[in-house]
């Protein structure tokens, strides 16, 4: 449990942002899975991460790690072996899904679990596929939840028609498709994140898009190694003090190494929408996933419609823009966002739930949420609900509230922002 308040002072400085969560998970699998070292700079030392990195332990991958530097000594997919033990991916929805993909094509028997939160995500957006790919998977409810327990091998390409954007689903099934026979694709109502076809093909897999956004690999290539990857900050825990700097009074806030890849910037795109002061400097666009410094000044804010293909550009920044929302003038409306319903918590409930406690004028729909501004937020018990982001979100939501705001659960921050509250004091303290 943690105690927070407001800051009159505002926040300033400058933070190097940790890096990226879903780049740190895939330089880990997908060093695992090529043959030779990959050493990799500025990886995300959060929990989810560690549970990626031990997971492919078990599987009889040497990976050394040291903070945010990491050595994975691949053998190829061969060197993988099966483990006398259960996967364990903790609170990992991206550990979990893309594992089932890679383990969909290995010729032995895994078994996946995780945390309580796991336990409720739905899994049969990747078990069905995947199945229908050859792979042998049963687990609760018919395979829709852990534990899941997965004999891989034998399989065949697939054409698969997602009805969701999750770039965990089309990782999964791009990556099981690799190691199956003939060409898979997948193509997606709208266009998720793209790191894993960027990541891919720096290993030296043919990755192809069409014009319409569907993806599509051959099997049978092998990912081949000898690379040092730059993990860029991740934009997803830039967004809690870019939020923070715009709307607490007399800030000035650099983010250093923001990534900016174009399937992640929609909060840029909303904050600029809703009228905040940013600027950009030292952008470095040289590798597979540019970035640069962003810096954000108290801005007077104005509600906004979100909805369609942003959405997925900014699914893991709702409960944030949320918060940002009860401080712009009008009315806030956040629509197509169902996929919310089935993260870490259910985070249309738990967003408004949360800042309700605060004094919002919020109400929940059925695909989003409805937000009037600007109301001034008080104090309150706040919980996380073991959500890093709900937490997160409260926390900046307290450096703006009056009087004392109590948040239970702060624990579930170290999930991907280990540091959080370290750089939230070095913002304080000016
Ligand atoms: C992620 C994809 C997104 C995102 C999650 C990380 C990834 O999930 O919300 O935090 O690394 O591929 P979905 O694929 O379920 O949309």
Redesign the pocket.
């Known amino acids: 449990m943690k105690k927070l308040t407001s800051t009159a002072s505002g926040l300033n400085g400058i933070i190097k942002i940790p890096g990226d969560?879903?780049i740190s998970?895939?330089s880990v699998m997908f060093g695992s899975m090529a043959k030779g070292k990959t050493t990799v700079e500025n990886f995300l030392p959060g929990e989810d991460c560690l549970s990626t990195i031990n997971c492919f332990t078990k599987l009889g991958v040497k990976i050394e790690q040291e903070n945010s530097n990491v050595t994975v000594y691949g053998k190829g997919l061969e060197g993988l072996s099966e483990s006398s033990e259960v996967l364990d991916v903790g609170n990992s929805?991206?550990t979990a899904?893309?594992m089932m993909g890679i383990l969909s094509g290995l010729p032995f028997h895994s078994v996946l679990i995780g945390d309580e939160s796991i336990a409720k995500r739905p899994m049969k957006r990747v078990t069905g596929p995947l199945r229908d790919m050859g792979a042998r998977i049963q687990g609760n409810q018919d395979g829709n939840f852990t534990p899941i327990s997965i004999q891989g091998g034998g399989l065949r390409g697939l054409d698969y028609v997602s009805p969701?954007?999750?770039?965990?689903?089309?990782?999964a099934i791009l990556l099981a498709g690799l190691q199956g026979e003939g060409v898979t694709s997948v193509k997606e109502p709208y266009k998720?994140?793209d790191?894993?076809e960027r990541m891919l093909q720096a290993f030296g897999v043919e990755v192809k898009e069409e014009e319409n956004g569907t993806v599509s690999v051959a099997g049978g290539q092998e990912l081949v190694s000898d690379l040092h990857i730059v993990v860029p900050g991740d934009i997803?825990s830039a967004a809690f003090f870019l939020v923070a700097a715009a709307i607490v009074p007399n800030s000035r806030v650099t983010l250093q190494r923001v990534g900016l890849n174009p399937t992640r910037t929609g909060i840029l795109e909303v904050l600029k929408q809703m009228g905040a002061e940013l600027s950009y400097s030292t952008i470095i666009e040289d590798g597979p996933e540019p970035y640069a410094d962003i810096t954000v000044t108290t801005s007077n804010l104005k509600g906004v419609e979100i909805g369609g293909e942003i959405i997925?550009r900014l699914?893991?920044e709702v409960p944030i823009i949320a918060l940002m929302a009860t401080q712009a003038e009008g009315t806030t409306i956040i629509k197509d966002a169902e996929?919310l319903k089935?993260?870490e918590t259910n985070r249309i409930d738990t967003v408004v739930n949360e800042l309700k406690k605060v004094g919002a004028d919020i109400e929940a729909t059925e695909d989003g949420m409805i937000i009037k501004g600007k109301t001034k937020l008080h104090g309150g018990a706040l919980d996380s609900y073991g959500d890093h982001r709900i937490g997160m979100m409260g926390a900046v939501a307290s450096l703006i509230a009056v009087g004392e705001t109590v948040l239970h659960n702060d624990k579930a921050i170290n999930v991907s922002y280990p540091s959080f509250f370290e750089h939230m004091e070095s913002l304080r303290r000016g």
């Open positions: 969560k879903s998970h895939r929805g991206t899904r893309l969701v954007a999750s770039a965990q689903v089309k990782s998720s994140r790191h894993t997803s997925p699914i893991d996929e089935v993260k």
